[in-house]
């Protein structure tokens, strides 16, 4: 419908500028520099921040799957975590974070940080530097796979410290883990090593 409607008002645009152009209050380059407008293709529209989380969850269960592991994504806005895999005795839970153009893991409120727990993950989908993601099929990217324990530790030291230093209460806003600025630099390099750690996985 809204691919529809872009079209419509496109066609009115140029119609009118031709009609214009007829009863000469538009010259022919600027004609021409209108149709040129209406006919280049609009770039599709990026993924809302839901529709970017909700591949990947997809894109979770597809890698677990393809790994061996049975995989289902959890009930909609489950606090901490949005997969549970399992594979025989085992069972594991994922929390999964997609970073649409930016070096950062955003990890959401510190609640929902403070239910990351020992055995569980965290699979955080990195753009390429220079890139963004717009479907984790298609876009290049890194995954990193971080023992949700050291997630919540590493986060939350880091988290904490920042806000109490400047006075505010850390439990209302969203806890962060970036390749930038100067409180992450030490830890950022660490999570970097969880690059691809399927071996972290339980057999």
């Not at 989380?53 to 592991?69: N, P, W």
């Not at 999964?96 to 930016?102: H, L």
Request: hydrophobic share 35%.
């Amino acid at each position: 419908m809204r691919k529809q409607k872009s079209s419509l008002i496109l066609t009115a645009v140029r119609e009118t500028a031709e009609d214009l152009h007829k009863a000469g209050s538009l010259r022919l380059e600027a004609l021409g520099e209108i149709s040129l407008l209406c006919d280049t293709p609009t770039r599709p529209a990026w993924p809302s921040s839901k529709e970017l989380g909700d591949d990947g969850e997809r894109y979770t269960c597809d890698l677990l799957k393809a790994r061996g592991f049975d995989a289902r994504m959890l009930q909609i806005n489950a606090r901490t975590y949005d997969v549970e895999a399992t594979k025989g005795s085992q069972r594991f839970l994922v929390s999964v974070k997609v970073a649409r153009d930016k070096q950062h893991v955003r990890l959401g409120s510190r609640r929902s940080v403070q239910g990351l727990e020992t055995g569980n993950f965290v699979f955080a989908y990195l753009p390429k530097i220079g890139s963004s993601i717009s479907t984790l099929k298609d876009s290049p990217h890194t995954l990193l796979i971080i023992p949700a324990e050291i997630a919540r530790t590493d986060a939350l030291s880091i988290h904490d410290a920042y806000w109490i230093a400047k006075g505010k209460d850390p439990n209302i806003f969203s806890v962060m883990v970036k390749g930038y600025g100067s409180h992450h630099r030490a830890m950022w390099p660490q999570w970097l090593k969880y690059s691809e750690a399927w071996q972290s996985l339980p057999e």
